[in-house]
């Protein structure tokens, strides 16, 4: 009979959507996770950098397209494309800069954990996430004034570089000398490190949707208004990415993933006081399909790969032919 950690684990994609819809009915639950959100950062962070041999992620990293292109992607092209659509298609001026600082984030410090939970390429994720989290303090500030409005949104670069070095820099200490000190018992563990992210991520998950009850009494219409924007951003994201990567079914999810889910929360604790109403509430709103979307996934993951296969049995029978 399987632990509870492997159940956790087997079922994370469901876990994580449970813990959006806890968030929103309890929303005492919710307020009391929300200060632990910080420390389930770094346990997730640090969990999964236990669980991806060092090796594979430095043989990942020598690959420029993973190392270089995917994260440039995803924190300019990404943005500006966000940016270009919200204005032809007439959004308010304070929507699109909440959609273009929210594609300005590096992926999400948690997608490497939910690619492992999806069967994907946990080492690709990281190895992006982290190389996006090294620009972002360089092009975010940028992007932000390129598509701000008077007064615009200041992004202290410093603040937000010294935010990212802390959280990476010391996950990545710990691991060492975890590695160092207990390398032969993370082997023996893994179920348990797993199970240890899937709860972090739960906790995250519940802490994102503090005070988004209360703004579904107050304004409701600005709310579905803000949630329909996150899921068709998300959505129209990762399929665009899906559709135009090279490569395998688990591959071009890998990359739609990391395209799609962005650590919004990394931009709005450097925004601080900066963050207008509508950036926050956009910014809550996007946790939404973060958490939602990979239990989609993991649904549709064996009909697309199914459909691939019939697809490339069917190109080798005209082939032969």
């Known amino acids: 009979m399987p632990g509870p950690f492997a159940v956790l684990t087997r079922n994370g994609p469901s876990v994580l959507a449970a813990g959006v819809f806890l968030g929103l009915l309890v929303p005492a639950l919710a307020d009391a996770a929300r200060p632990l959100m910080p420390v389930t950062v770094f346990i997730f962070v640090l969990g999964t950098l236990l669980r991806v041999d060092p090796a594979t992620v430095l043989a990942v990293a020598r690959r420029p397209a993973v190392s270089l292109a995917l994260p440039l992607v995803a924190i300019v092209a990404c943005p500006v494309v966000a940016g270009l659509a919200g204005h032809a298609v007439g959004l308010p001026p304070a929507w699109t800069l909440a959609l273009v600082l929210a594609f ?39 992007l932000a004034h390129w598509f701000g409005r008077d007064p615009g949104v200041a992004i202290q670069p410093s603040s937000l570089a010294l935010r990212l070095i802390l959280l990476v820099g010391t996950a ?37 949707m503090a005070g988004l009850q209360q703004a579904v009494v107050d304004e409701p219409g600005l709310v579905i208004a803000a949630t329909a924007l996150a899921f068709a951003a998300n959505v129209g994201v990762q399929c665009l990415a899906y559709l135009l990567t090279p490569g395998s079914v688990r591959t071009r999810l890998n990359v739609a993933l990391l395209m799609g889910n962005r650590n919004v929360g990394l931009l709005w604790a450097a925004l601080g006081a900066a963050a207008t109403p509508a950036i926050a509430l956009f910014f809550a709103c996007a946790q939404l399909p973060i958490y939602l979307l990979p239990r989609v996934i993991q649904s549709l993951l064996p009909r697309l790969e199914a459909l691939s296969e019939r697809r490339r049995s069917a190109r080798e029978l005209r082939a032969s032919e």
């Open 104 to 142: 300005c984030a590096p992926p999400s410090s948690g997608t490497s954990a939910v690619a492992r939970m999806l069967g994907l390429d946990a080492a690709v994720a990281l190895v992006a996430t982290l190389a996006a989290m090294a620009l972002v303090p360089l092009t975010a500030p940028l």
């Open 172 to 208: 990545e200490g710990a691991a060492i000398l975890v590695r160092r000190f207990a390398k032969e018992r993370l082997a023996a563990h893994a179920g348990a490190i797993d199970g240890v992210v899937v709860v972090a991520l739960l906790v995250f998950a519940v802490g994102t």
